[in-house]
């Protein structure tokens, strides 16, 4: 009987993973929404001051001796928390290519060639909307972002409507997506290097890989030397630091210490001696018994992968935290004169068209062509309808677009108007989306 109930509930471990991650994702995109109303609301109240005044004026930080590390409360959350926040997305990205939706081409041929199909086009319908306008062309890289919290949210909003496979599509599309963002950042939006602290950050990652070659395991060792060295040289190196978070997250190791078979065998040992052990005469543990626990507690660690442990930890803090606070810090807009003639600029149409249209007709045309070419399959359970809702979804950009917009842009004035511009073109791209995916399925 309990060999057949184990039979009946064993399923693929990524399976489990995928379905938390989601999980996850769809909560947090809720409190995404609400941290960016209460920043706008803020920012356009009788209290906007206050809202400027907290985000870019406060300053924190702290000295040691000649080195110094301040700065407004607004750069430590794009510096900072953003940071951590690429680290997490680094974590998922290596795991799923390691064991996940990205893990083999037959799995990951759609979701890639989709989200590059989404990265491509929007890029080149901005670029066609402010053709005539070049001091506006820096602003390419800000409609080909996904936010998945967003995303997965709303797509949470229509429960059973939506087979899990489609969830399961989106996220990989929008790990592929963060994956396309961090090498865009990277590449084209660091203006000047200085490679003596490039170089610095290269010595600091190399001791990190060595780590994970001898098998050093302690978050405390890739805490210190990624922190301490890596993101400190990336902040005075002219890189943006939210690229340390990545690199560093790729040196995390992936191998468990103890094996399957190891960990069967001295786990049913264990068991073993604490079912031979005597109860004490009352409710607490007896020092054997709590002894036996912890060695199991021990086991279990060690049965568990550092990048995993760190991701399933680190997630709900960037899901449920760091992008909430991003959110508010980033999404009030204060609106100066008439939000009609923000609209109808130039970069805020090149980023509607480029996340309204771009991203549908990008993220739809190529995973139309990897199916014809048969390079790839469409999940089980899932239509085309289903995939061209999906593509409207992606077309919420929201964080990842207004990190990018925040780069890309000195001006006040055009980051402002961009960020109008990426929230228009995320509300457009959701309600279009839930109402697509809220049809009933077309006949066969």
């Avoid at 990190?403 to 457009?428: C, H, N, P, R, T």
């Amino acid at each position: 009987m309990n060999k057949m109930k184990y039979k009946q509930m064993k399923k693929p471990l990524s399976f489990f993973r995928i379905t938390a991650f989601i999980n996850q994702e769809a909560y947090g995109g809720v409190i995404l929404i609400v941290a960016a109303v209460v920043a706008m609301v803020w920012a356009n109240s009788a209290y906007s001051a206050s809202y400027h005044h907290l985000w870019h004026e406060v300053e924190m930080g702290f000295s040691l001796g000649g080195f110094e590390l301040k700065g407004a409360l607004h750069h430590w959350i794009n510096d900072g928390l953003m940071a951590l926040f690429f680290f997490t997305v680094g974590l998922e990205i290596k795991r799923e290519i390691m064991g996940g939706e990205l893990a083999t081409v037959k799995k990951a041929s759609l979701p890639i060639a989709a989200a590059v199909g989404g990265m491509v086009f929007p890029a080149l319908f901005y670029t066609v909307m402010v053709l005539k306008n070049p001091q506006y062309l820096p602003g390419w890289g800000i409609p080909m972002a996904t936010d998945i919290a967003f995303a997965l949210g709303l797509l949470a909003l229509l429960g059973k409507k939506v087979p899990l496979n489609l969830k399961i599509f989106l996220t990989a599309l929008a790990i592929a997506d963060d994956l396309g963002a961090v090498l865009v950042i990277a590449v084209f939006y660091t203006e000047s290097i200085d490679f003596t602290e490039i170089m610095m950050a290269a010595g600091f990652l190399a001791v990190l890989l060595g780590g994970n070659f001898l098998g050093i395991r302690k978050t405390l060792f890739y805490a210190l030397i990624g922190i301490g060295g890596v993101w400190v040289a990336f902040i005075y190196s002219g890189v943006h630091a939210t690229i340390a978070g990545v690199l560093i997250a790729l040196t995390i190791p992936a191998r468990a210490k103890t094996g399957q078979n190891e960990y069967i065998d001295r786990l049913c040992a264990f068991i073993d001696k604490y079912k031979k052990e005597k109860p004490g005469e009352t409710t607490l543990l007896t020092s054997n018994q709590a002894h036996l626990l912890s060695d199991i507690e021990q086991l279990n660690k060690e049965a568990h992968t550092p990048l995993q442990r760190i991701e399933h930890a680190l997630h709900p803090v960037a899901t449920y935290f760091i992008l909430p606070i991003f959110a508010l810090g980033n999404a009030g807009v204060h609106i100066e004169g008439s939000i009609l003639s923000m609209l109808l600029h130039p970069v805020s149409l090149g980023i509607i068209a480029g996340l309204v249209l771009g991203k549908f007709i990008g993220i739809s045309l190529f995973a139309r062509l990897m199916v014809r070419l048969k390079i790839a399959i469409l999940p089980e359970g899932v239509s085309w309808q289903q995939i061209y809702g999906v593509a409207f979804l992606a077309g919420i950009g929201f964080t990842m677009s207004i990190f990018i917009a925040d780069l890309a842009f000195k001006e006040d004035e055009y980051k402002q108007i961009a960020k109008v511009g990426i929230m228009a073109a995320s509300l457009l791209s959701a309600i279009i989306g839930l109402v697509w995916l809220s049809r009933p399925p077309a006949e066969k």
